[in-house]
């Protein structure tokens, strides 16, 4: 296969952004397409670094990448920073060892602040102050994993996340990220169980998915801007 932009998604939700954008075919690997006269493919990797870390060596073993795109939502630990702000990280910072890993801009705006990739759902107000200290927007669970892979293949990377949520409004805790499958999918077993323990929780989980679905869109938009 010749050489091709790689946009890599944690969940379907964030590819489905992509796939609404551009017109894509399935493949064994995802999904393939063109923008403009550039080849892309697009693969969900699952939640977490483990998953993201499998993922993305599969892809590099079939697919000669000329650059890879980490594309999705993050949590941003502000409650000022608006639903839907592009994330456009000068460093991604791993949570498992502390590593800060650079990657190349993109033509979509200007550098700032830090990612921090992390296994954990972390709520606490004051870690949260601390790593606001340092420089950190937002928190996602992959791209730290995805980033040591290409580092180590030679090959460029970017990502291009959106806020969809605030770690720290209460909005999010351990009861809603269990609503979600490892791969990304919804549980729609467990929401239902999930709305019965909390009957009046319906609007909280359609602002979630509100949020979600704007922050995927407005992260696609930038990827395939950066890519055209």
């Not at 351990?174 to 609503?179: A, K, N, Q, V």
């Given at each position: 296969m010749?050489?091709?932009?790689?946009?890599v998604?944690?969940?379907?939700m964030?590819?489905?952004?992509?796939r609404?954008?551009?017109?894509?075919?399935?493949?064994g690997?995802?999904?393939?397409?063109?923008?403009?006269d550039?080849?892309?493919?697009?693969t969900?990797?699952g939640?977490?670094?483990?998953?993201?870390?499998?993922?993305t060596?599969?892809?590099?073993?079939?697919?000669d990448a000329?650059?890879v795109?980490?594309?999705?939502?993050?949590?941003?630990i502000?409650n000022?920073?608006p639903?839907?702000?592009?994330v456009?990280?000068?460093?991604?910072?791993?949570g498992a060892?502390g590593?800060a890993?650079r990657?190349?801009?993109?033509?979509?705006?200007?550098?700032?602040?830090?990612?921090c990739t992390?296994?954990?759902l972390?709520?606490d107000?004051?870690?949260?102050a601390?790593?606001?200290?340092d420089?950190?927007?937002?928190?996602?669970?992959?791209?730290?994993?995805?980033?040591?892979v290409c580092?180590?293949?030679?090959v460029p990377?970017?990502?291009?996340?959106?806020i969809?949520?605030?770690a720290?409004?209460?909005?999010?805790?351990?009861?809603?990220?269990?609503l979600?499958?490892?791969?990304?999918r919804?549980?729609?077993?467990a929401?239902?169980?999930?709305?019965?323990?909390?009957?009046g929780a319906?609007p909280?989980l359609?602002q979630?998915?509100?949020?979600a679905?704007?922050?995927?869109?407005r992260?696609?938009?930038?990827?395939i801007?950066?890519?055209s």
């Amino acid at each position: 296969m010749a050489a091709v932009i790689a946009f890599v998604c944690a969940m379907p939700m964030e590819l489905r952004a992509l796939r609404q954008l551009v017109r894509l075919r399935k493949t064994g690997l995802g999904y393939a397409g063109r923008i403009g006269d550039r080849q892309v493919v697009a693969t969900v990797t699952g939640v977490g670094t483990a998953l993201a870390r499998a993922a993305t060596v599969r892809l590099l073993d079939v697919v000669d990448a000329e650059w890879v795109i980490v594309v999705g939502i993050a949590g941003a630990i502000g409650n000022q920073i608006p639903i839907g702000t592009l994330v456009l990280p000068q460093l991604v910072v791993s949570g498992a060892d502390g590593s800060a890993l650079r990657p190349t801009p993109l033509r979509v705006g200007t550098p700032y602040g830090k990612l921090c990739t992390t296994d954990e759902l972390l709520l606490d107000p004051a870690q949260h102050a601390d790593m606001r200290v340092d420089g950190v927007l937002a928190l996602d669970m992959e791209t730290a994993a995805v980033a040591k892979v290409c580092d180590e293949r030679g090959v460029p990377w970017s990502v291009v996340r959106a806020i969809s949520d605030r770690a720290s409004d209460g909005t999010v805790d351990t009861e809603i990220f269990g609503l979600i499958h490892p791969d990304g999918r919804q549980n729609l077993p467990a929401v239902a169980r999930y709305l019965l323990r909390h009957p009046g929780a319906l609007p909280r989980l359609m602002q979630l998915a509100n949020g979600a679905k704007l922050a995927s869109r407005r992260a696609a938009e930038a990827a395939i801007k950066a890519v055209s």
